[in-house]
Nanobody
Framework: QVQLVESGGGLVQPGGSLRLSCAASGSIFSFNIMGWYRQAPGTGRELVAH???????NYADSVKGRFTISRDNAKNTVYLQMNDLKPEDTAVYYCNLIMRQTYWGQGTQVTVSS
């Protein structure tokens, strides 16, 4: 059984930084895609960034230049470094793992407010 455990959310002022982590456990295939989605109140879930196990990355236009995704394949862990945070980044952030199936973490709240 695959499980995803997220950490690192919280409250930060505009312009601040946070780092999210997501550790996957269980039967993890060497080829996979790990990433982050987010969902703000009243909106749908949207892709923030994802990274193939081989290193290819993809970012939403709204976070390019501010967020950086990275991963440690040996630890089955993906990270999201978020800099220059804006109030519009406020959302629940979900870790995502795609293999033969798609798996989701429980979500971690990120609130950007002064």
């Amino acid at each position: 059984q695959v499980q995803l455990v997220e950490s690192g959310g919280g409250l930060v002022q505009p312009g601040g930084s946070l780092r999210l982590s997501c550790a996957a456990s269980g039967s993890i295939f060497s080829f996979n895609i790990m990433g982050w989605y987010r969902q703000a109140p009243g909106t749908g879930r949207e892709l923030v960034a994802h990274m193939f196990s081989g290193g290819i990355t993809n970012y939403a236009d709204s976070v390019k230049g501010r967020f950086t995704i990275s991963r440690d394949n040996a630890k089955n862990t993906v990270y999201l470094q978020m800099n220059d945070l804006k109030p519009e980044d406020t959302a629940v952030y979900y870790c995502n793992l795609i293999m033969r199936q798609t798996y989701w973490g429980q979500g971690t709240q990120v609130t950007v407010s002064s």
